[in-house]
């Protein structure tokens, strides 16, 4: 059973993290085709989000860990 938990973690947070990625960059692409001129403030906010979305992953992969480790 653990195991099984352990997968549920880590593939729920990459999946969590994809869906996330995926909006994100959608809406950055959304806001840079209607206002050109912000797409440099835009892109520093996309990629420092995307950063944050990307450490629930990594989270998840840990919390698999500590479930298989333990």
Do not use: H
């Amino acid at each position: 059973m653990g195991l099984i938990g352990a997968g549920l973690a880590a593939g729920l947070a990459a999946l969590g993290a994809a869906i996330g990625n995926g909006y994100l960059f959608g809406r950055y692409m959304d806001a840079s085709a209607r206002q050109p001129e912000m797409e440099g403030k835009l892109k520093g906010s996309a990629i420092m989000m995307f950063a944050l979305i990307e450490g629930v992953p990594i989270l998840g992969i840990v919390v698999a860990l500590l479930i298989i480790f333990q």
